[in-house]
């Protein structure tokens, strides 16, 4: 088949499947599940893609599940993550969340269904001896929940035999119909830090007789992050922002108590893990000279996603193709954690952003707020992206 006919032929299919993604879509966004509760995600996902004459396979976990299409030695990888978020939904359609307090806010059903799209696309060619390799769709749990479903996948031989392995995520900041791609680092590494003082208390009357454990806190908490800038190399966009300062409870009492939590953020993997031996350090010494005990608790989440120049090309190679040279788009950094990030940690791979603003509006909602609302239009150029990606690979 030739080059023409084979785009032709892969536009024809995903146009078969758009409204059943879609629908999909709808269903999973009315119904969403949070990270290692995806039961009924799952048993969709698993019923549609036996329907289709596949044999998916699901996690030990008893949510998420990869199925494998085609033959070959080894195969390249598609990935997409189910589960939502603890936030609610406040977009006025008939598909609305019918969970309080739980949606999709952060496109996990685009993904979802863009790769199922994809997964009855490769099936359909695969029936018709059109494919002459083999493709693993994973379906990933808990991808909010740190350090994320990821490594469950990873654990259960999700990885075995995949050489390249892609993935994409919503982008409101992007229109649809066009792909955010860069080399090199995407998203960062995320960890949570928590930084808890104590001391013998005492009154504030006679703070020389006590630690002054309220006024170590804050030379903690200002002092920290300026430190570990000077200890790290600033490209690597470590970031250290606190979140929550706790200690007290009268104007008149030194608390024997305090804690300080935030989130560490880098774009350097390297800079990542050194932070690990240098952030309890400085603590320490920040709060020495106040005579209180410093104890700093490093919760890991992530890594960084770093995109292969190479995946990165075949991500281009597949947009220019089926979408147009037009919809390659440059992106910039984020500070986010995204798990896919362990996946690369194994084997090269890459991350896309999938446009989802609606070509009539100037701005959108951003990811993780209940106002999150993505064009649906997304969802045939998300098979459409993924289904060449694995072709071209």
């Known amino acids: ?102 949606a999709h806010a952060c496109g996990h059903d685009v993904h979802t269904s863009a790769l199922l799209g994809a997964g009855l696309v490769l099936a359909g060619m695969a029936r018709d001896g059109q494919l002459n390799r083999r493709v693993r769709l994973i379906f990933q749990p808990a991808e909010e929940v740190m350090p994320g479903g990821a490594l469950g996948v990873i ?57 002054d454990l309220v006024y170590a806190l804050a030379t903690v908490v200002t002092e920290l992050p300026a430190a570990l800038s000077r200890r790290v190399d600033p490209r690597a966009g470590m970031s250290l922002i606190w979140g929550r300062i706790t200690s007290g409870s009268a104007a008149n009492a030194i608390p024997a108590r305090g804690e300080a939590e935030g989130t560490l953020r880098c774009l350097d993997a390297s800079a990542w893990r050194l932070a690990d031996e240098i952030l309890p350090e400085l603590a320490a010494h920040l709060g020495a000279p106040y005579g209180v005990e410093v104890d700093t608790e490093i919760t890991h989440g992530v890594p960084p996603v770093i995109n292969d120049d190479g995946a990165i090309g075949v991500l281009t190679d597949a947009t220019r193709q089926t979408l147009g040279a037009g919809a390659v788009a440059p992106t910039d950094q984020s500070l986010g954690g995204e798990d896919f990030a362990w996946y690369l940690e194994h084997v090269p791979g890459a991350m896309a952003r999938l446009g989802v603003r609606a070509p009539s509006a100037d701005t959108a909602a951003d990811l993780h707020t209940p106002g999150f609302d993505p064009s649906e239009e997304a969802i045939p150029l998300g098979i459409t992206l993924l289904t060449a990606t694995a072709l071209l690979d």
């Open 1 to 102: 088949m030739t080059h023409q006919l084979l785009v032709a032929d892969v536009l024809s299919r995903v146009e078969d499947v758009r409204d059943e993604a879609i629908e999909v879509r709808r269903d999973l966004h009315a119904h969403p599940e949070l990270g290692w509760h995806e039961v009924r995600t799952t048993e969709i996902l698993e019923r549609r893609l036996v329907e289709a004459g596949l044999s998916p396979r699901v996690l030990p976990t008893g949510t998420g599940l990869i199925c494998d299409i085609g033959s070959g030695d080894t195969c390249v990888a598609l990935r997409a993550d189910i589960d939502a978020l603890p936030v609610p939904d406040a977009v006025e359609s008939p598909w609305r969340s019918t969970i309080d307090g739980v």
């Open 155 to 211: 654990a259960a031989g999700g990885l075995d035999g995949v050489r390249r392995i892609y993935g994409l995520h919503c982008d409101p900041r992007l229109q649809v119909g066009q792909v955010g791609l860069r080399v090199g680092s995407l998203t960062a590494a995320a960890d949570r830090i928590l930084v808890r003082l104590t001391g013998p208390g005492g009154h504030t009357s006679r703070p020389h007789l006590t630690a």
